[in-house]
């Protein structure tokens, strides 16, 4: 599906280890007074001053969590550095740095590499973090990347999942579900262009969820936008499992119950129509599908005024007492228990 755009392949043990590195990060600038030293020695030093220092990371498998046959290297650099800034910011907190380790077999020739790292330095120059470092080793298959994200918060400003209330409001940014629905849309076209190569797809119908499964955007303005709105959540959490799964995290760690308004559900019209599609209720894509990257957090009831009108964030229902259970309020106005990862017995209880 995706063409060999660039069919120049050098191989990669022409370069050796320090070489490969050194190519691969020679265009990386250093933007932060944190980072005291980057690339180039046994580690890096970073100074945070009278800051917390927040740290993440993620690990990313070939053909577990990516598939190179529709997943560019070049998105899949960018979206490898988004799953964990968005980490970062769900903490509330600014992303600063970054370190990035590859295992690659000798399938990949550098310029598959150079590919990874366009991606890495976009997101870099985007999101404003600095490269400082990594490791690179030799896989006997496959690709794996595996990025640690860095940042800084003070103390005071630091939001965990652990300490939402009863009666806060449950918010969420963006709008839910594209992800999923868009990995649906590349498998489908997978599948039709191995039984017809020269079969050239027209997803312009769906180029948002795609984009939003390829080219996933951290939503490092929202703990801005809280800021700036004086808005500090209770608690918050980023959405990498779906909408369901991450509530009853809060829920759980909370020591809280919570109603979810199925009607408040941000969903993009590309979202519905191709939820129609496949047969699927937009609200159980929403709740179960994932990938989407989204920030979900608590506010204090008398927040309401502050964010009720922004168009980055919706309120999609409120905190009760643990003892009252975890549900989903439907359009029909009746009460489901949220199940995590629901799919199936979602779909099921729906059909109640
Ligand atoms: P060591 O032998 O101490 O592990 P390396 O030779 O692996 O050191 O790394 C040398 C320098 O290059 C270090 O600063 C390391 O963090 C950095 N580095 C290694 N691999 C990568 C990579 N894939 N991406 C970015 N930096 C890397
Ligand atoms: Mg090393």
């Known amino acids: 599906m995706i063409e060999d755009k660039n069919p120049q392949r050098t191989s990669i043990s022409q370069l050796g280890e320090f070489g490969l ?16 030293k980057g690339i180039g020695d046994d580690a890096a030093v970073i100074d945070f001053k009278d800051k917390k220092a927040i740290v993440t990371t993620d690990l ?6 990516f598939d190179l046959s529709y997943m560019p290297l070049k998105h899949l650099g960018y979206k490898s550095v988004m799953v964990n800034l968005s980490d970062v910011y769900a ?9 990035v380790s590859i295992a690659v077999s000798n399938r990949f020739p550098l310029e598959a590499l150079e590919e990874l790292y366009a991606g890495i330095k976009h997101a870099c120059d985007l999101y404003e973090v600095d490269l400082i470092g990594g490791d690179t080793t030799s896989s006997n298959k496959g690709l794996l990347i595996t990025v640690t994200a860095l940042g800084e918060a003070n103390q005071e400003d630091i939001v965990y999942r652990n300490t939402a209330k009863s009666n806060d409001l449950l918010v969420v940014s963006g709008d839910l579900g594209g992800a999923y629905l868009g ?4 498998e489908r076209e997978k599948e039709v262009f191995k039984v017809n190569p020269q079969n050239q797809p027209d997803l312009d119908m769906y180029s948002y969820i795609i984009e939003r499964q390829l080219k996933p955007e951290a939503r490092k303005d929202i703990p801005e936008l809280l800021k700036k709105l004086e808005v500090k959540p209770t608690a918050m959490i980023d959405i990498s499992d779906g909408l369901s799964s991450e509530i009853i995290h809060l829920c759980k760690q909370s020591k809280v119950g919570c109603n979810l308004y199925e009607d ?31 920030l979900l957090f608590t506010v204090a009831q008398e927040d309401f ?25 439907t359009r029909a106005n009746t009460k489901i228990p949220l199940q995590a990862r629901g799919w199936n ?6 059909k109640e």
């Open 345 to 350: 017995s979602f779909e099921e209880n729906e």
């Open 21 to 36: 590195i050194e190519h691969l990060t020679k265009n990386f600038e250093i933007k932060h007074s944190s980072t005291i």
């Open 183 to 186: 990995l649906q849309i590349l």
């Open 60 to 65: 990313l498998v070939e053909n577990v969590h």
């Open 91 to 99: 903490m509330n907190a600014k992303a600063t740095q970054i370190t």
């Open 305 to 329: 005024p502050k964010i009720k009108a922004n168009p980055h964030l919706s309120i999609i229902g409120h905190m009760t007492q643990e003892s009252e259970g975890m549900h989903l309020i």
């Open 264 to 294: 408040k559900i941000p969903l993009d019209p590309q979202v519905i129509s191709t939820s129609e599609e496949f047969n699927l209720s937009s609200t159980t894509v929403a709740l179960s599908g994932g990938e989407d990257y989204e």
